[in-house]
């Protein structure tokens, strides 16, 4: 019933006197693609292999599947990794890396050789087998290590920045393709990334983590549409932050932003300091001056064909704003007044 | 896990009740019977009244009963360490305390037995690894019962077959004299004594040996370092012509029987050698024995130790990704620069392990100084003197190999502080496809004006060599003989084959033992590289540490060592070809533990954690993906420590025995008697039988294919 599943309880690690990990609690669902995001540093990459078994816990307990792995050593936990390195044996040829996990559970040369090109054809190298990693591109050799982690059919798939080492057009393609592998094979997958993009694209679910904890979790719309603090509001899709002081708290909101006040359809909690999340799409620009806004000058403009990018110097800081091209766009050193739909913006913590 | 522990539990139980306990005279591995009292089972042993046998018997079985009637997994496992270590404490401690006539202690009885045997190897063995098995099972070593258990195994043997030896020559050292004890006030002045350290060469006298020692040392260290590196790059970055029979040429010396060295030299430059003769004939130039001294012992050593040089630093240089270079030419860096700035930074570790061999090798180097020392003395020469000369003082050898063993242990400290901390893995999981960039003109010339005419001269040397096995008298009457090698070989077919020749039992035992060590080194010495670079574990320096120690003790001491521990039980080893294939393995694992760590640290980690994830254990891991990713380091290691069982001859000289007679020795008489002619016409014959053994294993391992191919970009 919980196959697949990964369930850490307070699992906290340290090297000597370093923390790399404050106690961590995470339940992560069968069949579910769900990314560790987070800047350097922040942990993420411990908590994967962590569950890998590379690593062992400090303290805490460790599930997949339900039975407790924490003494388990990685060779008999049933997960798979795919390397930010590939880590492909450059003396072996693809069939045999791809055959690998197989051949080491002895299991029958035939069944083995079918079952590794069929993991071959699922990443779409059917007739590569014989080749060397060494003589296959980066892409290719991506998706060789891919194979090799699925053939053996895990309960957990866990993935290492597995695009990192990829163009930016291979990227969005490969992680559409382990995304569908993802789905047709109803593998749970753990996935390491610090593109936030990348994160949105492919996941279920997404576990934001800062500083050796974590800062938020949630589906990528709830990250996006309700960021818990200024971080995840700026790490999750790119956004102003304006410092503003709530003035009245409850059901509804009135903060006061620079020397004017604003009522806003949402809920907070506290009076005091905050932060009002506006998203560069969500600006809207007019020209000259007009009341209820703010007045701005556009000190850089870029036309990217399918939208014009400004920024803008306001007396709140400096804002970022993404627009529809328009047949009159604003030039550098124009004055704008800068307005959004009330509905559009998110307030969180200063 | 659970299933090891019970294992090993019935394996030892089995060793313990059917095998017998005691050294058999046929040796360690015959059976004998179990009705023999000689034979005696532990379990017969112990019904007969030595009771003392009981505990490692007892443990054993508490470890099996622990291992089928817990049910806890931490208790099981608390309950498998308690009874290991419990076991091998009483199998050590009775062995220590009662001995062949009789116990230590006066409190114990009478009681004598006999060097333990093949049943008492089983239980330690089993004991020990009840022991590690439990350590994993409380989630040591990331829970890895392997990885535990090659500690453990690994500890043990150097602990019995290098300290356990080794404490016998220490106590010699601090040993007052009339057995009034042990302490310092008799080691400190010894240790220190001026005509040990005395720098009066630099006033023309002669210096003490010890500064001899440290100033041929670093002589050997840099010089070895640098041919060897000109030799590895005119290998890999030129495309010239005779690379086959350079590789030839380099790996001759190591193959090469001590004193042939020497011996050629001073035909060749000595007083009456043959090139002396022609200088004095051309030029006038004054005849002298220069060769006898500083400069002669530096030439024999560079020409024996600049290969070991070699094929340390052509696996390194192999090993640094070409994407680097690549890398550094497209930043516009010339190729010298790129040499420079990234190649020979890269190469730090190699050069670093290939000077601290011939830093080692040089001071304990026995054969050169011995004989073509001269006034010039060295500690290696000393110690030996101090042990078999006229005045016999064990003492004196104990405190020089203590000053010896400082010196090694010095230079193995400045290598790591030099290699620091930084990362030198280029073959990463990530495969890359480019090629070596070639050579500079400036560098390349320069490496051929280095290693070329070195590789003239070592040619020339060897033909002597052959020539002389060939002549009647070297020197004296050049007319052609087969006398020598009739003497050593003959063959005759009289009812049968009869191999008639004096040399062939050295002969055919030294192949064998060489045969038997070769492979046991090189796994010793892997398995140790493999744990120092690739796992984690409590006391990994001290454990480094202690693996290397072998290395820095000169062969001399540890023949004497040997003698001393193993003479006598609980291990009872002097005169049998056991105590030559120990003596082998631990003093040439190191060379396997250096180049190993070498190689493994350009294996990008990935790479194991990869096979881990793929449901491998660390023994498939090992087996599958890093060794075949470590051929050229293997195939080195197995060559080496081959070439060194035949070629030793400080260590051995002490070991052999009548049925175990080792072809150095042999050699050794006859070059004592003046019978040269033998003695070079049996290291020819060495020589060959080594070159053979050497490119079959080489055509048998191959080479490792990483790239599309191996050439060198013009």
């Known amino acids: 019933m919980t196959k697949g599943s990964v369930r850490f309880e307070n699992v906290t690690k340290r090297y000597g006197e370093v923390t790399a990990l404050k106690p961590l609690t995470l339940d992560i669902q069968p069949g579910t693609l769900c990314t560790l995001l987070g800047p350097s540093g922040c942990g993420k990459t411990t908590t994967l292999r962590l569950i890998a078994g590379l690593e062992s816990a400090s303290e805490g307990r460790i599930l997949i599947g339900g039975q407790d792995v924490t003494h388990l050593s990685a060779t008999y936990r049933r997960v798979s990794m795919v390397?930010?390195?590939?880590?492909?044996?450059?003396?072996?040829?693809?069939?045999?890396?791809?055959?690998?996990?197989?051949?080491?559970?002895?299991?029958?040369?035939?069944?083995?050789?079918?079952?590794?090109?069929?993991?071959?054809?699922?990443?779409?190298?059917?007739?590569?087998?014989?080749?060397?990693?060494?003589?296959?591109?980066?892409?290719?050799?991506?998706?060789?290590?891919?194979?090799?982690?699925?053939?053996?059919?895990?309960?957990?798939?866990?993935?290492?920045?597995?695009?990192?080492?990829?163009?930016?057009?291979?990227?969005?393609?490969?992680?559409?393709?382990?995304?569908?592998?993802?789905?047709?094979?109803?593998?749970?997958?753990?996935?390491?990334?610090?593109?936030?993009?990348?994160?949105?694209?492919?996941?279920?679910?997404?576990?934001?983590?800062?500083?050796?904890?974590?800062?938020?979790?949630?589906?990528?719309?709830?990250?996006?549409?309700?960021?818990?603090?200024?971080?995840?509001?700026?790490?999750?899709?790119?956004?102003?932050?304006?410092?503003?002081?709530?003035?009245?708290?409850?059901?509804?909101?009135?903060?006061?932003?620079?020397?004017?006040?604003?009522?806003?359809?949402?809920?907070?909690?506290?009076?005091?300091?905050?932060?009002?999340?506006?998203?560069?799409?969500?600006?809207?620009?007019?020209?000259?001056?007009?009341?209820?806004?703010?007045?701005?000058?556009?000190?850089?403009?870029?036309?990217?064909?399918?939208?014009?990018?400004?920024?803008?110097?306001?007396?709140?800081?400096?804002?970022?704003?993404?627009?529809?091209?328009?047949?009159?766009?604003?030039?550098?050193?124009?004055?704008?007044?800068?307005?959004?739909?009330?509905?559009?913006?998110?307030?969180?913590?200063? | 896990m659970t299933r090891t522990a019970r294992l090993w539990g019935l394996l030892g139980v089995a060793g313990f009740v059917l095998l017998p306990w005691y050294m058999v005279p046929g040796g360690v591995l015959s059976l004998g019977w179990p009705g023999d009292p000689a034979g005696a089972s532990g379990l017969v042993a112990v019904l007969g009244g030595r009771v003392w046998l009981a505990g490692p018997g007892l443990a054993l079985l508490a470890a099996l009963a622990a291992g089928f009637l817990l049910r806890d997994p931490q208790a099981r496992a608390k309950a498998w360490v308690i009874c290991g270590v419990a076991g091998l404490v009483l199998l050590v401690a009775q062995g220590l305390l009662i001995l062949g006539d009789g116990p230590r202690l006066a409190a114990l009885g009478t009681a004598a037995q006999p060097g333990m045997g093949l049943g008492a190897f089983v239980t330690a063995l089993a004991l020990l690894f009840i022991t590690t098995t439990g350590i994993s099972a409380r989630g040591r070593g990331r829970g890895d019962a392997f990885v535990t258990g090659l500690v453990g195994l690994i500890v043990a043997l150097v602990g019995v077959f290098v300290f356990y030896p080794m404490a016998f020559v220490l106590i010699r050292a601090f040993e007052l004299k009339g057995g009034a004890g042990f302490g310092l006030s008799e080691f400190l002045p010894r240790f220190f004594a001026a005509e040990t350290w005395s720098l009066a060469c630099l006033a023309g006298g002669w210096c003490g040996p010890a500064v001899n020692s440290l100033a041929l040392a670093l002589a050997t260290g840099l010089g070895t370092t640098t041919l060897g590196l000109a030799f590895a790059l005119i290998f890999t970055r030129t495309d010239f012509v005779a690379k086959k029979l350079l590789r030839v040429l380099t790996i001759l010396p190591i193959i090469t029987p001590p004193f042939v060295i020497g011996l050629a030299?001073?035909?060749?430059?000595?007083?009456?050698?043959?090139?002396?003769?022609?200088?004095?004939?051309?030029?006038?130039?004054?005849?002298?024995?220069?060769?006898?001294?500083?400069?002669?012992?530096?030439?024999?050593?560079?020409?024996?130790?600049?290969?070991?040089?070699?094929?340390?630093?052509?696996?390194?240089?192999?090993?640094?990704?070409?994407?680097?270079?690549?890398?550094?030419?497209?930043?516009?860096?010339?190729?010298?620069?790129?040499?420079?700035?990234?190649?020979?930074?890269?190469?730090?570790?190699?050069?670093?392990?290939?000077?601290?061999?011939?830093?080692?090798?040089?001071?304990?180097?026995?054969?050169?100084?011995?004989?073509?020392?001269?006034?010039?003395?060295?500690?290696?020469?000393?110690?030996?003197?101090?042990?078999?000369?006229?005045?016999?003082?064990?003492?004196?050898?104990?405190?020089?190999?203590?000053?010896?063993?400082?010196?090694?242990?010095?230079?193995?400290?400045?290598?790591?502080?030099?290699?620091?901390?930084?990362?030198?893995?280029?073959?990463?999981?990530?495969?890359?496809?480019?090629?070596?960039?070639?050579?500079?003109?400036?560098?390349?010339?320069?490496?051929?004006?280095?290693?070329?005419?070195?590789?003239?001269?070592?040619?020339?040397?060897?033909?002597?060599?052959?020539?002389?096995?060939?002549?009647?008298?070297?020197?004296?009457?050049?007319?052609?003989?087969?006398?020598?090698?009739?003497?050593?070989?003959?063959?005759?077919?009289?009812?049968?084959?009869?191999?008639?020749?004096?040399?062939?039992?050295?002969?055919?035992?030294?192949?064998?033992?060489?045969?038997?060590?070769?492979?046991?080194?090189?796994?010793?010495?892997?398995?140790?590289?493999?744990?120092?670079?690739?796992?984690?574990?409590?006391?990994?320096?001290?454990?480094?540490?202690?693996?290397?120690?072998?290395?820095?003790?000169?062969?001399?001491?540890?023949?004497?060592?040997?003698?001393?521990?193993?003479?006598?039980?609980?291990?009872?080893?002097?005169?049998?070809?056991?105590?030559?294939?120990?003596?082998?393995?631990?003093?040439?694992?190191?060379?396997?533990?250096?180049?190993?760590?070498?190689?493994?640290?350009?294996?990008?980690?990935?790479?194991?954690e990869a096979s881990i994830m793929l449901g491998a254990n660390s023994f498939t891991t090992l087996r599958r993906v890093i060794l075949p990713l470590l051929g050229p380091a293997i195939l080195a290691a197995i060559t080496y420590s081959f070439v060194r069982a035949i070629t030793s001859v400080s260590a051995v000289i002490f070991l052999v025995s009548a049925r175990h007679n080792m072809a150095t020795s042999f050699i050794v008489g006859r070059v004592e008697n003046n019978e040269f002619g033998i003695a070079i016409a049996y290291s020819t014959v060495l020589i060959v039988t080594m070159l053979a053994a050497i490119l079959a294993l080489q055509a048998v391992i191959g080479r490792r294919r990483l790239r599309r191919s191996d050439r060198v970009a013009a």
């Open chain 2, 265 to 608: 030299l001073i035909l060749l430059f000595g007083r009456a050698g043959t090139m002396t003769e022609f200088l004095h004939w051309a030029f006038g130039m004054e005849k002298t024995r220069w060769i006898y001294g500083f400069g002669g012992v530096w030439l024999a050593q560079m020409l024996s130790f600049t290969p070991i040089a070699f094929l340390v630093l052509i696996g390194v240089v192999e090993g640094i990704s070409p994407s680097m270079e690549e890398a550094s030419q497209t930043l516009d860096a010339d190729r010298w620069q790129t040499f420079r700035r990234v190649s020979l930074p890269l190469m730090r570790p190699g050069l670093a392990n290939a000077f601290l061999l011939g830093f080692i090798e040089s001071l304990a180097d026995f054969g050169n100084p011995l004989v073509l020392g001269g006034n010039f003395n060295v500690l290696s020469t000393e110690i030996y003197f101090a042990i078999v000369g006229t005045v016999a003082d064990p003492a004196k050898a104990a405190i020089l190999s203590m000053i010896l063993l400082a010196m090694t242990l010095g230079a193995f400290l400045v290598q790591r502080r030099w290699l620091g901390r930084k990362s030198y893995a280029t073959v990463t999981g990530k495969a890359d496809n480019g090629q070596h960039a070639s050579l500079n003109p400036g560098l390349k010339w320069a490496c051929y004006a280095t290693a070329l005419p070195w590789a003239a001269f070592t040619l020339v040397l060897y033909a002597l060599i052959v020539f002389g096995s060939f002549v009647k008298l070297w020197g004296y009457n050049h007319s052609f003989t087969l006398a020598h090698y009739k003497q050593a070989f003959a063959i005759t077919f009289r009812n049968g084959l009869h191999f008639t020749g004096a040399a062939w039992d050295s002969y055919f035992s030294t192949l064998t033992i060489a045969a038997i060590s070769a492979p046991l080194t090189a796994m010793v010495g892997l398995a140790t590289a493999y744990l120092l670079v690739r796992q984690k574990f409590a006391g990994k320096d001290a454990f480094e540490f202690s693996t290397m120690l072998s290395f820095a003790i000169p062969g001399t001491v540890i023949g004497v060592a040997y003698v001393m521990a193993f003479n006598f039980p609980p291990i009872e080893l002097t005169g049998t070809a056991i105590i030559l294939i120990l003596v082998f393995v631990f003093r040439n694992m190191p060379v396997g533990v250096r180049g190993g760590i070498a190689a493994m640290s350009q294996l990008d980690k990935s790479l194991d």
């Open chain 1, 83 to 350: 390397f930010q390195s590939y880590a492909l044996f450059p003396h072996m040829n693809v069939l045999e890396n791809v055959a690998y996990g197989l051949s080491v559970k002895r299991m029958p040369k035939a069944e083995m050789t079918q079952r590794a090109e069929a993991g071959l054809e699922m990443v779409g190298l059917k007739g590569f087998g014989a080749r060397l990693p060494s003589e296959l591109s980066g892409g290719q050799q991506q998706r060789v290590a891919v194979a090799r982690a699925i053939v053996l059919e895990p309960e957990v798939l866990l993935l290492d920045e597995p695009l990192s080492n990829l163009d930016a057009k291979l990227r969005r393609h490969v992680r559409e393709e382990i995304r569908q592998i993802q789905q047709r094979l109803g593998l749970t997958a753990v996935y390491v990334t610090h593109d936030q993009e990348e994160a949105m694209a492919v996941s279920d679910r997404i576990i934001v983590m800062k500083n050796a904890e974590i800062a938020q979790e949630g589906t990528p719309h709830d990250l996006y549409e309700r960021p818990a603090s200024a971080f995840i509001a700026d790490f999750i899709g790119d956004a102003n932050l304006l410092d503003v002081e709530v003035l009245e708290a409850g059901a509804a909101t009135r903060v006061r932003l620079l020397d004017q006040t604003h009522d806003l359809p949402l809920a907070s909690s506290a009076k005091g300091p905050a932060k009002l999340v506006l998203r560069p799409h969500q600006v809207r620009l007019s020209a000259g001056a007009a009341p209820g806004g703010i007045s701005a000058e556009v000190s850089y403009a870029a036309y990217l064909g399918n939208s014009i990018q400004y920024t803008l110097a306001t007396p709140a800081g400096e804002v970022f704003a993404i627009l529809p091209p328009s047949a009159t766009p604003f030039r550098k050193g124009d004055s704008v007044t800068l307005s959004w739909h009330p509905g559009d913006l998110r307030l969180v913590a200063g």
